[in-house]
């Protein structure tokens, strides 16, 4: 590891940019034990992997709507490394976070788990690399451009980032955003399609067609719904339903960052939920930086987020 922007170092091979803090966690991380029956959601962050999880906890969960609006996102869907980003305990507003933050919490969690991760493959526990355990892992996809805007204001208000938008999204085509580089990160889990037990979810055909990836994806967990509970599920995972839902709109630690001065920002977590929406935002030229850039990473994958 070596420091790369402050208070981020690189790791690995594809200089995965993560806040300094997850060096006292990698062993941890690696070593942690996986159960078969567990099922992981996976992705660059913005890329749509809350309303990813949401999906995933119901269809696990028999369709347990009360269970889903009594407890909040993070205490049903833990994220894996969430314990490493930073020193969660000095975080305004964080206090409710710190006892699910754990990796202790995770371990002792009722089966089967529910697990979000946006660490890279090659940082995953070694029981999912080597393939001695085999849990189901649904990877979300996103275009790079909505997920740079997306994690713009996301950092404005998580991690007090001050810099102009031009300025992140260089940061962010440099691979200096937490989590990135992005297609790396991306790749690093299409290199691993051939595993059966990984499945690929678009954001764009969440956005096109939610009931069809609703079915999709609860074959691929083993569940089978009617078509009047898939019906249900897509209204409760739409856009405008999940943002005025406090157990996944993130809106009591949000508001306390905003009352105690933490941020100036006034966005949401549930923001604008759009494909697309970064032509707006985004100079031509800085989409013309996005597109070379996405073109050289993809080409001869064969992979498409489209
Ligand atoms: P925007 O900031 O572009 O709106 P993640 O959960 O991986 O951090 O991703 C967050 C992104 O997913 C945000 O994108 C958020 O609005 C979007 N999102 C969350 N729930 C959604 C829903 N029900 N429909 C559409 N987009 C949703």
Redesign the pocket.
Known sequence: TSPIRTGYVEVGEDKFCLPVYYQKYEESLKSFDIFEDDVFIC????????????MIWLIVNNLNYEGALSKEIYKRVSQLELCSLFNISEKPGADNYNKYAGLQYIAEAARPRCIKT?LHWSLLPDQIQNGTKKPKMVV?L?NSE??C???Y??SQMVEKYTGTFEEFCTLFLAGRVCFGPFWKQVLSYWEQKYRPNLLFVK?KE??ED?PAVIKKVSTFLGKTYTEEEIEKLSKH???????KNPA??HEEVFNKLKEVGYTTSD????????VG?FKLKMSPDMIKKFEAWTKENLNGTGLSVE
């Open positions: 992705g660059h962050p913005k890329t749509g992997t809350t309303w990813c999880s949401e946006h979300v996103r909505d997920s805007v997306s994690l204001h996301h954001y969440m956005k939610l995972l739409s856009f405008e339903s999940m943002k996944v709109n966005s949401c977590f549930i923001r604008s939920g759009k929406a």
